[in-house]
């Protein structure tokens, strides 16, 4: 069993940054690869990005490719997304996950999910 928990979300204005953090314990997730999915208001939680478990390979959803960075440290049993040129359209709860295959952009493949986290971008 893996708990996850994000942190980092918050409110900040068009064009600012965050870094969201998701935190892992129960057992390491240094074998698993991980994932960011994003769900706003009356719409369906969407793929944001994914890294494998080595963290040598990324894939990341269109709409926040260049601006989106997501990162791993496994000796921290944590996952970073470093979000850059916010957008009012970013606004979402945010949540992180695993997966044993890479890479996925379906809900289906993932696991083990956080609470999220709530990202709001106003303009």
């Known amino acids: 069993q893996v708990q996850l928990v994000e942190s980092g979300g918050g409110l900040v204005q068009a064009g600012d940054s965050l870094r969201l953090s998701c935190a892992a314990s129960?057992?390491?997730?240094?074998?698993?690869?991980m994932g960011w999915f994003r769900q706003a208001p009356g719409k369906e939680r969407e793929f944001v990005a994914a890294?494998?478990?080595?963290?040598?390979?990324?894939y990341y959803a269109d709409s926040v490719k260049g601006r989106f960075t997501i990162s791993r440290d496994n000796a921290k049993n944590t996952v970073y997304l470093q979000m850059n040129s916010l957008n009012p359209e970013d606004t979402a709860i945010y949540y992180c996950?695993?997966?044993?295959?890479?890479?996925?952009?379906?809900?289906?493949?993932?696991?083990?999910w956080g609470q999220g986290t709530q990202v709001t971008v106003s303009s």
């Open positions: 996950a695993t997966s044993p295959v890479f890479p996925s952009d379906r809900r289906v493949s993932y696991n083990y």
């Open positions: 129960g057992r390491t997730v240094s074998g698993y690869n």
């Open positions: 890294i494998e478990w080595i963290g040598r390979r990324t």
